[in-house]
């Protein structure tokens, strides 16, 4: 299931540096960070109110959008796909209850 996400994270870090004319990705991460974030929680919104509205298509398309986004912004910020995965799996059979507290300490 992840392959899809390790492709289009593969095709953002390819558009890194690419022709912002020539790609949507490229004008993304040509605008910063800042703005790469700024699109993902207006993506984010709009899932948000597909799901609220009980409108199952939308949020699956709302819900693409998301991680593409999610993934755009990672990669302004110079973050793997394959770090994410890793704390992910790092947490994996760790109650989030246990896992909260241990980042108060």
Known sequence: MSAVLE???AVIAAR?????ASSHTAGLLAKGAGK???KFGEEAVEAIVAAAAGDRAALRYEAADVLYHLLVMLAAREVTL???LAE???REGVSG???KAARRR
């Open 16 to 20: 890194k540096g690419a022709d912002p």
């Open 7 to 9: 492709r289009l994270a």
């Open 88 to 90: 992910l799996e790092r």
């Open 97 to 99: 209850i246990a896992e």
């Open 36 to 38: 790469c974030a700024e």
């Open 82 to 84: 394959e770090e994410v």
